[in-house]
């Protein structure tokens, strides 16, 4: 059976989580969300996505933040932090030497919109903008260890 995962992160405390989660659940209900917050830009030490990636199994559908990459393309994911088969867990120092996921695009869309809006009071501000954020539909095809 085929499992919908979605992977919500943000780098610093100022930013919100919540709209990330909010779009992925919006677009697909049963999702399972992976959350992880105050990650940095490092790859180390992202215990979240390794958790997802202990779950994620071939066939499994991910939606994470946009990659620039066409609808049916083949998209690698080398940087690969742990890898579970036969029940032997492999976890990397900090990736997993020769270990690779392939996964392929099945859709580029946008979340559904929401409004910023900022507002100052006694000095007659008011600003509107609307954001949609995008998003990539990746199925996992193999994972090779």
Same mark, same amino acid.
């Given at each position: 059976?085929?499992?919908?995962?979605?992977?919500?992160?943000?780098?610093?405390?100022?930013?919100?989580?919540?709209?990330?989660?909010?779009?992925?659940?919006?677009?697909?209900?049963?999702?399972?969300?992976?959350?992880?917050?105050?990650?940095?830009?490092?790859?180390?030490?992202?215990?979240?996505?390794?958790?997802?990636?202990?779950?994620?199994?071939?066939?499994?559908?991910?939606?994470?933040?946009?990659?620039?990459?066409? =609808?049916?393309? $083949?998209?690698?994911?080398?940087? +690969? *932090?742990?890898?579970?088969?036969?029940?032997?867990?492999? &976890?990397? @120092?900090?990736? =997993?030497?020769? $270990?690779?996921?392939?996964?392929? +695009? *099945?859709?580029?869309?946008?979340?559904?919109?929401?409004? &910023?809006? @900022?507002?100052?009071?006694?000095?007659?501000?008011?600003?509107?903008?609307?954001?949609?954020?995008?998003?990539?539909?990746?199925?996992?095809?193999?994972?090779?260890?």
């Amino acid at each position: 059976m085929c499992k919908v995962y979605g992977y919500c992160r943000i780098s610093r405390k100022e930013q919100s989580i919540d709209r990330q989660v909010r779009n992925i659940t919006a677009e697909y209900p049963g999702a399972i969300i992976v959350k992880e917050a105050y990650t940095g830009t490092k790859v180390e030490g992202r215990t979240g996505f390794e958790r997802l990636l202990k779950q994620v199994a071939e066939g499994d559908t991910i939606f994470i933040e946009k990659l620039e990459a066409e =609808v049916d393309d $083949a998209v690698p994911f080398d940087q +690969v *932090l742990t890898v579970v088969s036969d029940g032997n867990v492999t &976890v990397g @120092k900090p990736l =997993v030497s020769g $270990a690779k996921v392939t996964g392929k +695009v *099945l859709a580029q869309g946008k979340a559904k919109k929401i409004l &910023v809006f @900022k507002y100052k009071a006694k000095s007659n501000y008011r600003r509107r903008q609307g954001h949609r954020q995008p998003f990539t539909k990746v199925a996992i095809e193999k994972i090779e260890a």
